[in-house]
């Protein structure tokens, strides 16, 4: 198994890129392009609804490493937040990874999550069902769903630490 990095935004654009021009996962003429907004929120106004922007959160596992004392953790709660639209055959997605504070350190700082290439490969996918669900009018598929790998919850979710949990987006409704 890969080992998560820290947190590599060309990692996902290269997977991005991957599934959407050699997979096809988009096949509609459109052109995407993956972007990053450390603070956006879940929220959408009825103007930027009307634009018609959507929201996905993912809950996926990641690893973290504190910026402070170095010490690793690992979190079957690491949090990506996707903002995306099609418009005049441009598709654009705002993604937005949260951070987890240090158990440890308890200095504030949150700090981004690393994943393995799987789970940023099954967060876009999933993204991308979502995509051709709310932009192209598709079924979401059943496959999209059953790539899901069954979340291990292994010590409890320390939501002072999460900085989803703080804005109330972190995916304990999956429990």
């Not at 949150?110 to 393995?116: N, R, S, V």
Request: aromatic share 14%.
């Amino acid at each position: 198994m890969s080992r998560p990095a820290g947190w590599v935004p060309a990692f996902w654009l290269d997977i991005f890129d991957e599934l959407l021009y050699d997979d096809n996962e988009l096949d509609y003429g459109d052109e995407w392009n993956l972007n990053f907004n450390y603070t956006q929120t879940d929220e959408i106004t009825k103007v930027q609804r009307k634009r018609g922007w959507k929201v996905y959160s993912h809950c996926a596992f990641g690893k973290f490493q504190c910026g402070a004392c170095r010490k690793t953790w690992r979190s079957a709660r690491a949090v990506v937040l996707f903002r995306y639209r099609v418009r005049n055959g441009r598709g654009t997605v705002i993604m937005r990874p949260f951070g987890q504070a240090c158990r440890q350190c308890q200095d504030g700082a949150f700090y981004l999550p690393g994943f393995t290439r799987k789970e940023v490969e099954h967060a876009l996918l999933r993204l991308f069902s979502k995509i051709r669900k709310n932009c192209y009018g598709e079924e979401e598929s059943d496959e999209a769903s059953s790539t899901s790998s069954a979340k291990v919850w292994t010590k409890p979710h320390e939501a002072a630490l999460c900085e989803a949990c703080r804005l109330g987006i972190c995916c304990l409704e999956d429990e």
